[in-house]
């Protein structure tokens, strides 16, 4: 059974910082990371895919960054500079699967 977990939410300031980890059963490529609020569509953050190529949507650019570790089957979303919107739960996919997601609040 193909499994996916995220872990490393939690509540932090402006500005600060949080670690994400998505540790799958398979290594997934590519491996996505999204995020969504409530009343809102699900967003596309962040790719890495095998050979730690990476691509991030233009409102994380420049603070959030992929990278993934093979051998740990895990995937990580470095998250720097953060601000009240990037308030969100968020969710690793690989192909169909979707892990249970994780809370990150910032607060102002």
């Known amino acids: 059974q193909v499994q996916i977990k995220e872990s490393g939410g939690g509540l932090v300031q402006t500005g600060g910082s949080l670690r994400l980890s998505c540790t799958t059963s398979?290594?997934?490529?590519?491996t996505n990371w999204y995020r969504q609020t409530p009343g809102k569509q699900r967003e596309l953050v962040g790719s890495?895919?095998?050979?730690?190529?990476?691509k991030y949507a233009d409102s994380v650019k420049g603070r959030f960054t992929i990278s993934r570790d093979n051998a740990k089957n895990t995937v990580y979303l470095q998250m720097d500079s953060l601000k009240p919107e990037d308030t969100a739960v968020y969710y690793c996919?690989?192909?169909?699967?979707w892990g249970q997601g994780t809370q990150v609040t910032v607060s102002s």
């Open positions: 996919n690989g192909y169909t699967y």
């Open positions: 398979i290594n997934f490529s590519p």
């Open positions: 890495i895919i095998r050979t730690g190529d990476t």
